[in-house]
């Protein structure tokens, strides 16, 4: 059974920083590009990052790029996201998302003073 279980999320101020996980199991993860979507309340999906599925190529959204890193461990199947210098505008539940769009349940972040 395919599993994405994103963690890491919670409750930050405004310039502060998280770090996400996505530990993956059921397929080969090392065979699967990855992404990082984000859904703020109200709104719809916004796609946040995307990594090759050997980890040699990345981008980013506008709205995240030069504060957001992404990255993946192909030995223990995870999946991260380093968010700095938060902005409540990044207030948002967060999901891994396989390249076929395949997507876990999700971690809230929630930026705020």
């Known amino acids: 059974e395919v599993q994405l279980e994103e963690s890491g999320g919670g409750l930050v101020q405004p310039g502060g920083s998280l770090r996400l996980s996505c530990a993956a199991s059921?397929?080969?993860?090392?065979?699967?590009?990855m992404k990082w979507v984000r859904q703020a309340p109200g709104k719809g999906l916004e796609w946040v990052s995307i990594i090759s599925s050997g980890g040699g190529t990345r981008s980013y959204a506008g709205s995240v790029k030069g504060r957001f890193i992404i990255s993946r461990d192909n030995v223990k199947n995870t999946l991260y996201l380093q968010m700095n210098s938060l902005k409540p505008e990044d207030t948002a539940v967060y999901y891994c998302q396989r390249s076929d769009g395949y997507r876990g349940q999700g971690t809230q972040v929630t930026v705020s003073s």
């Open positions: 059921g397929f080969t993860f090392s065979s699967y590009a």
